[in-house]
């Protein structure tokens, strides 16, 4: 069995369906705190089961990281750079605001991905 905590977020998993509704139910009469039910959405993760898996997605996350770095029209690419490409040193003074916003784009994409 995992239970996986998170502030006041929890969510109990196992194979053993009994086991987890036992430990469940101790969380319950310990804690102050309610089941919702079967699980769709945890800490803003979009959860899907199915009957072999289960999956995990960032979606709304990533499209909200997109409105608002102003690329909600970035076209899909394979590689985001060209084969033939060739870096070349910057020679010039670098731009704070740029700096900062390639930062914060490259933070919220390093959120998602080592949270799921």
Not at 38 to 64: E, H, P, R, W
Not at 75 to 90: A, F, G, R, S, W
Request: glycine content about 6%.
């Amino acid at each position: 069995m995992i239970a996986l905590v998170y502030i006041n977020n929890g969510l109990f998993l196992g194979a053993d369906k009994a086991l987890v509704d036992s430990k469940k139910c101790a969380c319950l009469k310990h804690w102050e705190c309610h089941d919702t039910g079967d699980v769709t959405d945890f800490l803003g993760m979009k959860v899907n089961k199915t009957a072999s898996c289960i999956m995990i997605d960032q979606k709304a996350y990533l499209k909200t990281v997109l409105e608002r770095f102003n690329m909600h029209n970035a076209k899909i690419t394979p590689t985001p750079i060209l084969l033939c490409y060739v870096p070349q040193e910057n020679k010039e003074v670098v731009n704070p605001v740029h700096c900062q916003k390639f930062q914060s784009v490259i933070g919220s994409l390093l959120y998602p991905m080592l949270g799921t």
